[in-house]
């Protein structure tokens, strides 16, 4: 059966610092990544998503970036974090045109 | 983007009775999905309903589809306090597009 990981669970980072999240996933091959934000109340902003290894599109203009280095990572990065990145940041996978498979979440706290 | 839009955005009810939540969202799609996120959450799959159907049950879910008027509801029956999360609706557009979520409805089921 498949399975998606996500880590860490909570994250506390200064302004200005880097971020790196990390989102993998087993037990399917050539899957659909995106990564989604999360603001407290809110619905989920698709921030990025892959159709395969270093193919990212990018949906909001933002501080942050994706990369995809192997079939079944997908990670989630910043060179400098600000204040507004703060929230819950989800990673999923899935299949084309069909349901979506969430991970647990990262919960950032940016201060 | 945002196509789906949940309506309410929060609905109490008291267990037992039945929780119905709308969607509405403005461009054709492939089909329309319903997800379920505990608070701090990642969110979980409940149930799909292609573009060409019209209603569709699982369990104690009983989703419904209107493409003329671009709507879609979600019943919950014989509601039990585990019920109590939000709902998200989401759509999928032609082709391999990613799902776009509405901003979800907060349900409380009170024992």
């Known amino acids: 059966s498949q399975t998606i990981h996500q880590w860490p669970a909570t994250l506390v980072q200064p302004v200005g610092s880097p971020l790196s999240l990390e989102c993998t996933v087993e037990?399917?091959?050539?899957?659909?990544l995106y990564w989604y934000r999360q603001a407290a109340g809110r619905g989920l902003q698709l921030l990025f998503y892959?159709?395969?290894?270093?193919?990212i599109s990018s949906e909001v203009p933002q501080n942050l970036s994706a990369s995809r280095p192997q079939d079944r990572q997908f990670i989630l990065s910043s060179k400098k974090l600000l204040l507004s990145d703060s929230g819950f940041y989800l990673c999923?996978?899935?299949?084309?045109?069909?349901?979506?498979?969430f991970g647990p979440g990262t919960r950032l706290l940016v201060l | 983007s945002q196509q789906g839009e949940e309506d309410p955005q929060a609905l109490s009810i008291q267990e037992g009775e039945n929780a119905t939540m709308n969607c509405s969202y403005k461009t054709s799609i492939n089909n329309l999905q319903w997800y379920r996120q505990n608070s701090g959450r990642g969110l979980v799959h409940l149930i799909l309903i292609r573009s060409n159907e019209r209603e569709k049950h699982s369990g104690r879910l009983r989703v419904t589809l209107d493409t003329s008027k671009k709507s879609s509801s979600l019943l919950i029956t014989a509601s039990r306090a585990a019920d109590t999360a939000s709902y998200f609706c989401a759509t999928r557009g032609v082709g391999n597009t990613p799902l776009v979520f509405g901003k979800g409805t907060r349900l409380s089921v009170i024992a």
């Open positions: 892959s159709v395969g290894i270093g193919q």
């Open positions: 037990g399917t091959s050539n899957p659909n």
């Open positions: 999923a996978w899935g299949e084309s045109g069909e349901t979506q498979y």
